[in-house]
């Protein structure tokens, strides 16, 4: 008796087995999408492919796929991530190195399932957990546009990930954990133009790719949607009611934001916020608004909008009437007054000359009120470059101030410009940021 019974339990744990290896075969297993010859540019619509572009902008795909001092689109781009470095796919229409002999079918499935042409699975560096929510009009439009891009022929380097992660084969557990497949849905009770800006920042504008927390395995914790991440060592500031300037955002100052990377009232566009902008400022007005009424919608109710429409945000302190000398500050001596003077004081003192050139007042900037001091700390160790080179610059100070001036300028500025609390040790903070800049 014992010996059937015996047989019987081994029986169902083989059973088992194979029904789990088959289960697990099945989601690993993607087929190779046959080959196709190049499409023609002159095959496509070019009002398809001027539709393709505007999308391609909001993707932000140049960004990504584009080397320094490389190619348009031929990778290559070193891409940083607590598991290691990936480098860029090649998405020119290059046939043996880029994605020339790609169908639409090839691509979208890599866009929405994350699968290359050949069934490898990809990495999430390409934010198909974003991409997934894509109409296949507009991937029909990315796709045309990409189709008749100058190939270019050229291998990306090998990724450098932590051991084990290069096989690929375990991206298709990740997927089943945290790929969300299907389109973005409506809101019937809000506008059309908040429709279309939801769909924008969920889909191609991968907003929450930056803008949501992660967790251990890296997919985004979708409980904190927009509720502040981190990229590419800067952080990622929230983009709901728990941003530290959320009651000083409307729709009118994240649109110009948004395209200048400058917005009145607000600090610059700094890290990899920077070429976010430069890419809004040649998407057409209507997408952008779009994108700003409902990212505004998300930071403040309704009311609170309308309310901000038609009155002037109040800074806690407006530095045109301010003489930071004579403010209070736990930071008040004159070695620091003099490195202020020196170091900021041409851009940033009150009635300084290249304060009128659109620079924000230090009094507005967000990043000298947030809890953590990365953000500030960035900036003044990486400088903020304009958008496309339109308005003003702030250079690195990283080759010309030691950590410890670095911490006194930065506890300088929250003191007087600001009602926040000093940021406690920020002179290792510093430190610490340079290091990891370095690396």
């Not at 339990?9 to 087995?17: D, I, R």
């Not at 974003?130 to 270019?152: E, G, K, N, S, W």
């Not at 291998?155 to 450098?160: E, L």
Request: aromatic share 6%; net charge negative; charged share 20%.
């Amino acid at each position: 008796m014992r010996r059937i019974q015996s047989k019987a339990l081994l029986a169902s744990f083989s059973l088992a087995a194979v029904a789990g290896s088959v289960i697990a075969a099945a989601i690993i297993y993607a087929p190779e999408i046959k080959p196709v010859e190049r499409p023609l540019p002159t095959s496509f619509d070019p009002g398809e492919v001027a539709k393709g572009a505007q999308l391609a902008s909001i993707g932000d795909c140049i960004v990504c796929h584009t080397a320094d001092g490389g190619r348009p689109f031929a990778g290559a781009r070193a891409l940083p991530t607590p598991f290691g470095t990936l480098y860029s796919d090649n998405i020119t229409p290059d046939e043996k190195t880029g994605i020339g002999n790609w169908s639409f079918a090839a691509f979208r499935r890599a866009m929405v399932n994350g699968v290359a042409r050949d069934g490898s699975h990809l990495y999430p560096a390409l934010p198909y957990e974003h991409f997934t929510h894509v109409d296949d009009a507009d991937l029909r439009a990315i796709y045309a546009f990409l189709m008749t891009r100058q190939p270019v022929e050229q291998v990306q380097p090998k990724n450098d990930l932590l051991p084990g992660l290069g096989f690929r084969p375990l991206l298709a557990g990740w997927k089943l954990l945290f790929l969300h497949e299907g389109p973005s849905t409506r809101d019937p009770a809000r506008s059309a133009e908040w429709n279309r800006g939801k769909y924008l920042v969920e889909g191609l504008g991968h907003c929450g790719g930056c803008h949501t927390p992660r967790n251990i395995l890296g997919g985004e914790e979708r409980s904190s949607d927009l509720s502040g991440g981190i990229a590419e060592g800067w952080i990622a500031p929230a983009l709901d009611k728990s941003n530290p300037s959320a009651d000083r955002w409307d729709e009118a100052s994240l649109f110009d934001y948004l395209t200048t990377g400058i917005a009145g009232g607000h600090s610059a566009a700094g890290g990899p916020m920077g070429p976010v902008a430069e890419g809004l400022s040649t998407v057409n007005d209507a997408d952008v608004q779009a994108i700003a009424v409902y990212i505004a919608s998300r930071m403040k109710p309704e009311s609170a909008l309308q309310k901000a429409a038609s009155t002037v945000a109040t800074l806690p302190r407006d530095v045109a009437s301010q003489d930071p000398a004579s403010s209070k500050s736990t930071i008040a001596h004159p070695a620091t007054d003099t490195l202020f003077a020196g170091a900021c004081g041409g851009c940033h003192m009150p009635g300084a000359p290249m304060q009128v050139t659109g620079r924000p007042p230090l009094s507005a900037v967000s990043d000298l009120r947030m809890t953590n001091p990365r953000n500030a700390i960035q900036a003044v160790l990486q400088g903020v470059a304009p958008p496309s080179g339109r308005g003003p610059a702030m250079p690195g100070f990283a080759d010309i101030l030691t950590d410890q001036q670095i911490a006194d300028l930065l506890g300088y500025a929250r003191a007087h410009f600001t009602d926040a609390s000093p940021w406690p040790d920020l002179t290792a903070e510093v430190s610490a940021i340079r290091k990891e800049d370095a690396r």
